[in-house]
T-cell receptor, first 114, second 113 residues
């Protein structure tokens, strides 16, 4: 049981490039989340999904898109990367609602945009 | 407690001492609270949670206290060990939200052997 995994672990992009971050969970969780973590700030929610085929905007969705084609996978896309998107990105999943259940986090993806 | 800015509040303790980490939460309507531990280069790890109908909950070597009157949460770690060194942060379910958690900025705990 691997829990929540993320690929890649590190990535460097040039401004304007695109990329997709992959999150996978093997716990059969319904809910999945993408966060970014920046120095001096708490985790901020980018997008989330309450089930296969559904996504919703979080606190800081601009510049990102997501897809949940399979229950176990949640993809985060950057269409045109900007230096402001340099951050550590964490994926998380919960069995039930985040507002009442433990979130399981992945190990993170460290992204640098030059 | 936690504060605005790039530098995390820090707590330095001796191995074997008890540690108390504090958190002030923002929304009086929040009814679910969680403490996470984050080691360097890793993702946050769940420690313990508490619902607003309780004021204390105990786990293995950890206790969470909730004071709703002053919107304050604390995490107590008994007999702190070097492996407890990490950033600890609290989260609240943003006024009772089902989906959104508001995370604190964290406190860096350093345990000296």
């Amino acid at each position: 049981n691997a829990g929540v995994t993320q690929t890649p672990k590190f990535r460097v992009l040039k401004t304007g490039q695109s990329m997709t971050l992959l999150c996978a969970q093997d716990m059969n969780h319904e809910y999945m989340y993408w966060y970014r973590q920046d120095p001096g700030m708490g985790l901020r929610l980018i997008h989330y999904s309450v089930g296969e085929g559904t996504t919703a905007k979080g606190e800081v969705p601009d510049g990102y898109n997501v897809s949940r084609l399979k229950k176990q996978n949640f993809l985060l896309g950057l269409e045109s990367a900007a230096p402001s998107q340099t951050s550590v990105y964490f994926c998380a999943s919960t069995k039930g609602l985040a507002g009442a259940n433990e979130q399981f986090f992945g190990p993170g993806t460290r992204l640098t945009v030059l | 407690g936690e504060s605005v800015g790039l530098h995390l509040p820090t707590l330095s303790v001796q191995e074997g001492d008890n540690s108390i980490i504090n958190c002030a939460y923002s929304n009086s309507a929040s009814d679910y609270f969680i403490w996470y531990k984050q080691e360097s280069g890793k993702g946050p790890q769940f420690i313990i949670d508490i619902r607003s109908n309780m004021d204390k909950r105990q786990g293995q070597r950890v206790t969470v206290l909730l004071n709703k009157t002053v919107k304050h949460l604390s995490l107590q770690i008994a007999a702190t060990q070097p492996g407890d060194s990490a950033v600890y942060f609290c989260a609240e379910n943003s006024g009772g939200s089902n989906y959104k958690l508001t995370f604190g900025k964290g406190t860096l705990l350093t345990v000296n052997p």
